[in-house]
């Protein structure tokens, strides 16, 4: 009698999260990235800030003005750093697609070579990739993307804003570092109140990016818990260490 050898099933191997219309994820934007990032350090470098001066024993209008001016220069910093990153890259990537426009319409011969090895190194057999790099040759602008998506990887249609970058990064660090700040400007007078609700809210906001990137969201909740609260920690022990030596 032979025994039956049971195989592994590969049902049993984690499937990564597709979305039920089965359309990708919107990764390219010029929001999603400074949006999560504005939300992340609005929150966890106020929380902090705030955490320090309280560990310095200073009064409950302090921390609020501490806050509000964190807040404040956090916020309009994120949006000139985003601003200037964005459109920095937009420039490069813009001249870059202005010198093959340039090549294209100087050595048209020259970069259909070119378009039909590059079909020729990933397995297409000579004559195809030829006749296929020339029928997608024939109009300019559909020539043009096709050598900027291939050589350069960008799409000359989908390049990000400037302005959606700074506005997304202002608005979201503003919310994040609000978080904090919030039981204060209803009345608390303890930083008992906004380090619950900042710690609810790092891992809230570590849930939200988890339902965006299909990670695990209660591990990217945890993991960006555990992070805002060193953060704070190490605020708060240099306040208490050097606020009463500082008068």
């Known amino acids: 009698m032979t025994a039956t050898i049971a195989q592994p ?34 929150l966890v470098s106020n929380f902090a800030l705030m955490t320090g001066v309280v560990g310095g024993a200073v009064s409950s209008s302090t921390v609020v003005l501490t806050g509000l001016a964190g807040l404040a220069a956090g916020a309009c910093s994120m949006a000139a750093g985003e601003y200037t ?79 959606v970058a700074a506005g997304s990064s202002f608005l979201c660090f503003a919310l994040g570092a609000l978080l904090p700040l919030l039981p204060y400007l209803l009345g608390a007078t303890s930083l008992v109140p906004a380090l619950v609700l900042s710690l609810l809210g790092l891992f809230l906001c570590g849930a939200v990016v988890a339902r965006v990137t299909a990670r695990s969201w209660w591990f990217s909740g945890v993991r960006q818990l555990l992070l805002g609260a060193v953060a704070a920690g190490v605020t708060y022990l240099l306040g208490a260490l050097i606020g009463g030596h500082v008068g």
Request: hydrophobic content about 35%; cysteine-free; proline content about 9%.
């Open 9 to 42: 099933e590969l049902d049993e191997q984690p499937k990564p999260r597709i979305p039920a219309d089965g359309h990708h994820r919107d990764v390219n934007g010029g929001w999603l990235r400074p949006a999560v990032f504005g939300a992340m350090d609005g």
């Open 85 to 163: 990153s964005v459109a920095s890259q937009r420039e490069l990537v813009e001249a870059e697609i202005e010198a093959e426009r340039l090549e294209l319409s100087r050595n048209p011969h020259g970069e259909l070579a070119e378009l039909t090895q590059l079909y020729v190194s990933r397995g297409v057999e000579p004559e195809l990739a030829r006749e296929v790099a020339r029928q997608l040759s024939t109009d300019p602008d559909q020539t043009l993307e096709i050598h900027a998506r291939e050589e350069l990887g960008v799409d000359p249609h989908d390049l990000p804003s400037p302005l």
